[in-house]
Nanobody
Framework: QVQLVESGGGLAQAGGSLRLSCAAS????????MGWFRQAPGKQRELVTRITSGGSTYYADSVKGRFTISRDNAKNTVYLQMNSLKPEDTAVYYC???????????????WGQGTQVTVSS
């Protein structure tokens, strides 16, 4: 069974930093695209950033220049370094990944359990 296990998050002051990690565990062939979404109270879940297995990245305009996504393919882990945090970054952050189960199989999409990030002003 494939799982995305998140760690990090918590409480930070505005202008501060936090780092999230997400590791894919279980039995699978490889991990393709990985990313982070977030959902604030009363709002829809939104894409924050994602990274391909080759290292190509995408960032939402709201986090460009402040957040950095990276990954360690050997560890099937993705990281999110969040700097210059703002109160509007407060949300539950979810890890997301496209995981290929077998050599000839299509990828399946998985979600982490979510981790709370709270930024105080």
């Amino acid at each position: 069974q494939v799982q995305l296990v998140e760690s990090g998050g918590g409480l930070a002051q505005a202008g501060g930093s936090l780092r999230l990690s997400c590791a894919a565990s279980g039995s699978f062939f490889s991990v393709n695209r990985m990313g982070w979404f977030r959902q604030a109270p009363g709002k829809q879940r939104e894409l924050v950033t994602r990274i391909t297995s080759g290292g190509s990245t995408y960032y939402a305009d709201s986090v460009k220049g402040r957040f950095t996504i990276s990954r360690d393919n050997a560890k099937n882990t993705v990281y999110l370094q969040m700097n210059s945090l703002k109160p509007e970054d407060t949300a539950v952050y979810y890890c997301n990944a496209d995981i290929i189960m077998g050599y000839y199989e299509a990828s399946k999409n998985y979600w982490g359990q979510g981790t709370q990030v709270t930024v105080s002003s």
